[in-house]
């Protein structure tokens, strides 16, 4: 049996654990943090509180946004407020322009119309505005937020054009298909990020396990490139040595080529000296050590150099 056929055995059957209680009380499994054997039961209530936890922080999550949520309303609808108070209607574009910057923390602003009544002319949000600006407006479909790359309605927010980082282009029109009249602009940027407790806390345990799996990958690639050059180190090696040895080889052929020649060549001149020399060589291997110990006859074969028999008998 498998454990996958444990595993199916167990889903078809969910009962069982009712009718056996007691195997319960027996089954341990691996703790998931120190490694130590803990009960089903409670390996079950540690993967509860790990889920439990995850709700909590997701719920955190939920009502963080809820509060943000909230609190933009109330914001949108205090601006409102402020444009239906506003009874002169060459200030309501001035009206809507402050009261966005005041409500939602604007450093800077802008709005421009064109197309309007001569009598509105004189006004800073009536000002020209270029072709080329028009032709951005009525292109946009929907509002623009991103880095400023030399917008030139960034010079309508502040003196210098190069403070604006950041910006967003609204396009004014009565309805989605009509032509835009008109473009608003606001300078946008984060200043500041505050989280709750929980979610501080969860931003940073993402962010250290994000380090550590990028950590990880480098060690892992590390790794890999030092069994590559190690994997090669020891391949040269064994090269080099092999090559050593061949060349080793050759240098002591030679060498035992040119030593034998030379043997023969001197024994040839004097069989009996050599006879004696051989004999010698054979004394010397037989009694290198002290401890070396042979029990054999003196008159044997052995002992004839030592007798001296072979230089009388050649002589």
């Given at each position: 049996?498998t454990?996958?056929?444990?595993?199916?055995?167990l889903?078809?059957?969910?009962?069982?654990?009712?009718?056996?209680p007691?195997v319960?009380?027996?089954?341990?499994?691996?703790?998931?943090q120190?490694?130590h054997?803990?009960?089903?039961?409670?390996?079950q209530?540690?993967m509860?509180?790990?889920?439990?936890?995850s709700?909590?922080?997701?719920l955190?999550?939920m009502?963080?946004h809820?509060?943000?949520?909230?609190?933009?309303a109330?914001?949108?609808?205090q601006w409102?407020r402020?444009?239906?108070l506003?009874?002169?209607?060459?200030?309501l574009?001035?009206?809507?322009?402050?009261e966005?910057?005041?409500q939602f923390?604007?450093?800077y602003?802008?709005l421009?119309?064109?197309g309007?009544?001569?009598?509105?002319?004189?006004f800073?949000w009536?000002?020209?505005?270029?072709?080329?600006?028009?032709?951005?407006?009525s292109?946009?479909?929907?509002?623009?937020?991103?880095s400023?790359v030399?917008f030139?309605v960034?010079?309508?927010?502040?003196?210098?054009p190069?403070?604006?980082?950041?910006l967003?282009?609204?396009?004014?029109r009565?309805?989605a298909?009509?032509?835009a009249?008109?473009?608003?602009?606001v300078?946008?940027r984060i200043?500041?990020?505050?989280?709750?407790?929980?979610?501080?806390?969860?931003?940073?345990?993402?962010?250290?396990?994000?380090r550590?799996?990028?950590?990880?990958e480098?060690?892992?690639?590390?790794?890999?490139g030092?069994?590559?050059?190690?994997?090669?180190?020891?391949?040269?090696?064994?090269?080099?040595?092999?090559?050593?040895?061949r060349?080793?080889q050759k240098?002591?052929?030679?060498?035992d080529g040119?030593?034998s020649?030379?043997?023969?060549?001197?024994?040839?001149?004097?069989?009996?000296?050599?006879?004696?020399y051989?004999?010698l060589?054979?004394?010397r291997?037989?009694?290198?050590?002290r401890s070396?110990?042979?029990?054999?006859?003196?008159?044997?074969?052995f002992f004839r150099a030592?007798?001296?028999?072979?230089?009388?008998?050649?002589?």
């Amino acid at each position: 049996m498998t454990p996958d056929d444990v595993a199916l055995f167990l889903s078809e059957h969910p009962d069982f654990f009712e009718r056996h209680p007691e195997v319960l009380a027996t089954v341990a499994v691996p703790h998931p943090q120190d490694g130590h054997a803990v009960s089903l039961v409670e390996r079950q209530s540690l993967m509860l509180r790990e889920r439990i936890k995850s709700l909590e922080l997701r719920l955190a999550d939920m009502i963080r946004h809820g509060e943000d949520n909230d609190a933009i309303a109330d914001r949108i609808v205090q601006w409102a407020r402020a444009l239906l108070l506003q009874a002169e209607p060459a200030q309501l574009p001035r009206t809507l322009l402050d009261e966005l910057m005041r409500q939602f923390n604007v450093p800077y602003g802008a709005l421009r119309l064109w197309g309007v009544a001569p009598a509105y002319a004189g006004f800073d949000w009536a000002q020209p505005a270029s072709d080329d600006i028009v032709r951005l407006t009525s292109s946009m479909q929907a509002p623009f937020c991103g880095s400023n790359v030399g917008f030139e309605v960034a010079g309508w927010m502040a003196a210098d054009p190069g403070t604006i980082r950041s910006l967003t282009m609204m396009p004014l029109r009565v309805s989605a298909d009509a032509k835009a009249f008109g473009i608003e602009i606001v300078d946008v940027r984060i200043k500041r990020v505050d989280f709750v407790a929980d979610i501080t806390d969860s931003v940073f345990k993402r962010m250290e396990s994000e380090r550590k799996r990028v950590a990880n990958e480098a060690r892992s690639e590390g790794m890999a490139g030092g069994e590559k050059i190690r994997a090669d180190a020891d391949r040269q090696r064994e090269v080099i040595v092999a090559e050593a040895f061949r060349d080793a080889q050759k240098v002591k052929g030679e060498g035992d080529g040119v030593a034998s020649a030379l043997y023969a060549d001197a024994f040839g001149r004097d069989p009996a000296f050599a006879k004696f020399y051989r004999s010698l060589e054979a004394y010397r291997t037989s009694f290198r050590s002290r401890s070396d110990v042979m029990v054999i006859d003196p008159n044997s074969e052995f002992f004839r150099a030592m007798r001296g028999t072979a230089t009388l008998e050649t002589k």
